[in-house]
Structures are given as structure tokens and as C-alpha cells.
């Protein structure tokens, strides 16, 4: 893992967490981006994590995923509304919020943006929801301003057109409990409460 973030207490000592976990073989970390760009650590790191107060951090994120094939974990001490929809829109996986974190947490978020599918924790996803402006609130149904990975968009497609989860799994090449995880997955990032209301918010965004 390769870690960007002017803080140097915070970076150490996100660092020494981090080497705690069983699934992190070597942490490195720079406190500005031009450092990181020629730093061997970088090209070693499956994994990068970078902190909104980074100079420009929205290029370095957009840098590292679409130019190095880097998944990154953007972190703050505190999510503002502005800092978390530029990073997730820059490309970020994940977002962290460390204050408040726990070795748990971040296992799990590590965990997850390593196979591809970082999640926002739920308590930050409402600084991401925009609620709709009409005259009867849309039944105050939350709009999500974040986007969806390639597969949550195909898997919504296809409940969309009527498919069941093992017709899905099927199509895909899937298991069946993984449909179902990239669905949760798509439920939770949509801020609905079912499969059916996830894809009508899909369908109105302009998502899938």
C-alpha cells in the first residue's frame, strides 16, 4: 500500500495500522504527490491512499486510477459535502473518514477497494444525497449524486429487465451470492430500500 497525505502523525500512524493488517505486505508513504510519482513504493502498491488536503487531490486520484491502474482510498479527517463528491467522482473506490476510525473499519474498507469494490460507510453516504426539489419531495425519495461501478450498472440492467439473481449469476458467470452482494452493493451506494427501488433511481439518473 502507498499512502499520500501531508499529515505526517496522521500518515505514520495510519501506516502503522496498516501493516497491522494480514492482507498489507508493505506500506509506504510521501506527503506531497510529486514525490509519489517517482517513489518505488508507488509502482509496488496494489492500493493508495490519498487525503483531500493533498495539494490538487481530485488530478492525483484521477491519475493514479486512470493512469497508474491504482485503486485509491481518498481519507479526511472530516467529509465535507464538495471534498467527497469530487474524489468519488475523480474515480476513489472508497472514502475514510479517520476520525473515529477503528483498526476494524479500516480492515474492512482496505478489504474491499483491494477486490475492486471500496464502499462509502453509511454514515457518510447522506453528505452525498441531494434531496429532489418538486413540489410533493418525489415521495422524499434521496438522490444519490455518486456513480456505479460497471457491474453494479450491468447487474441493475438486467434486474431491470426482469431477470432473476440466478438468471443473472447465470448470464455473468457469477455465483449467486455475489449478484447478490454487487446489488446490496448498488442498494446501499443508491440510498434505497430494495432492489426495485434501486433501479428506478438507477433508471431516473441515468445510471444504467
Known amino acids: 500500500m502507498f499512502l499520500i497525505d501531508p499529515h505526517s502523525i ?27 510519482w517517482d517513489h518505488p513504493g508507488l509502482a509496488r502498491a496494489d492500493l493508495v491512499m490519498v487525503d483531500v488536503e493533498t495539494p490538487d487531490p ?3 486520484i484521477s ?9 485509491v482510498l481518498a481519507t479526511a479527517a472530516r467529509w465535507q459535502h464538495q471534498d467527497l463528491l469530487a474524489a468519488m467522482s475523480a474515480g476513489a473506490s472508497g ?19 483491494l ?15 441531494e434531496r429532489p426539489n418538486g413540489a410533493d419531495g418525489a415521495a422524499n ?18 434486474i431491470a429487465d426482469g431477470r432473476l439473481t440466478r438468471e443473472v449469476a ?15 452493493n448498488a442498494v446501499n451506494k443508491l440510498g434505497a430500500r430494495s432492489r426495485s427501488q434501486a433501479v428506478a433511481h438507477a433508471v431516473r439518473e441515468g445510471l444504467i
Do not use: W
Open 141 to 158: 425519495v434521496p438522490r444519490i449524486m455518486t456513480g456505479l461501478t460497471s457491474r453494479e450498472q450491468v447487474v441493475l440492467r438486467l
Open 58 to 60: 481530485s488530478c492525483v
Open 95 to 113: 472514502a475514510v473518514c479517520k476520525d473515529g476510525l477503528t483498526p476494524e473499519a479500516l480492515a474492512a474498507q482496505v478489504r474491499a477497494a
Open 170 to 184: 447465470q448470464e455473468l458467470c457469477y455465483s449467486e451470492r455475489t449478484v447478490k452482494v454487487i446489488l446490496s
Open 10 to 36: 496522521y500518515r505514520l500512524g495510519m501506516a502503522s495500522c496498516l501493516r497491522e493488517l494480514p492482507m498489507v505486505a508493505g506500506v509506504d508513504g510521501v506527503s506531497d504527490p510529486e514525490e509519489a
Open 63 to 71: 491519475r493514479l486510477r486512470n493512469e497508474e491502474g491504482r485503486h
Open 115 to 129: 477486490h475492486g469494490s471500496g464502499v462509502v460507510p453509511t454514515e457518510m453516504l447522506f453528505s452525498l444525497i
